[in-house]
């Protein structure tokens, strides 16, 4: 079975740096791109990037350009999200999800992350 | 940027209606058009890909239709559990953005 586990919840402080991660099993990790998707509270489903663990290729939407960094270490098949300087804007549920190939749909997707960003 | 306009944002409707819910895109997008549900608390879940191509598994009362800029997810006869908000999201070109978003009630 295809699977994305994300990591736990986090409660963090504005300025706080954070790391969250995404592990891929059932396929293999590197041939497939990995997307992160962001969802603030009530609001809907934005896109922010995506990496393709096979060569570390990057894409960002340019709302997310240097907000976030995406990274994957394919011998973990794993992938990264992460913020250097928090701010409360950030408090939002984070998802990954695994693209077919390129001009290609999500599926699956991961159970989500629930970061909160509060003084 | 691609932008994508749903509509309508909010629709209530009672079991056993046909459901429409559009979706437009600024520029085309031939058919790299995908439909997502969300229940509230859960990741979204594919429905259709490719316009109009049904997810396996996904029951055969939702259908998809349109190429270019202009779509539609249909539900052939709404069921409770269809209760959930509903985005498209374009695949043709970064960033590969979704539209706002349809949520659809149970009368």
């Known amino acids: 079975e295809v699977q994305l586990v994300q990591s736990g919840a986090e409660v963090k402080k504005p300025g706080e740096s954070l790391k969250i991660s995404c592990k891929g099993s059932?396929?293999?990790?590197?041939?497939?791109?990995i997307g992160w998707v962001r969802q603030m509270p009530g609001k809907g489903l934005e896109w922010m990037g995506i990496i393709y663990p096979g060569d570390s290729d990057t894409r960002y939407s340019p709302s997310f350009q240097g907000q976030v960094t995406i990274s994957a270490d394919k011998s973990i098949s794993t992938a990264y999200l992460q913020w250097s300087s928090l701010q409360a804007s950030d408090t939002a549920i984070y998802y990954c999800?695994?693209?077919?190939?390129?001009?290609?749909?999500?599926?699956?997707w991961g159970q989500g992350t629930l970061v909160t960003v509060s003084s | 940027d691609i932008h994508l306009t749903q509509s309508p944002s909010f629709l209530s409707a009672s079991v056993g209606d046909r459901v429409t819910i559009t979706c437009r895109a600024s520029?085309?997008?031939?058919?790299?058009l995908a439909w997502y549900q969300q229940k509230p608390g859960k990741a979204p879940k594919l429905l259709i890909y490719?316009?109009?191509t049904l997810q396996s598994g996904v029951p055969s009362r939702f259908s998809g239709s349109g190429s270019g800029t202009e779509f539609t997810l249909t539900i052939g006869s709404l069921q409770p559990e269809d209760s959930a908000t509903y985005y498209c999201q374009q695949l043709s070109s970064y960033p590969l953005t979704f539209g706002g978003g349809t949520k659809v009630e149970i009368k």
């Open positions: 520029q085309g997008i031939s058919s790299y």
């Open positions: 490719a316009a109009s």
């Open positions: 999800a695994r693209r077919g190939g390129q001009l290609e749909w999500f599926d699956p």
């Open positions: 059932g396929y293999s990790f590197s041939n497939y791109w």
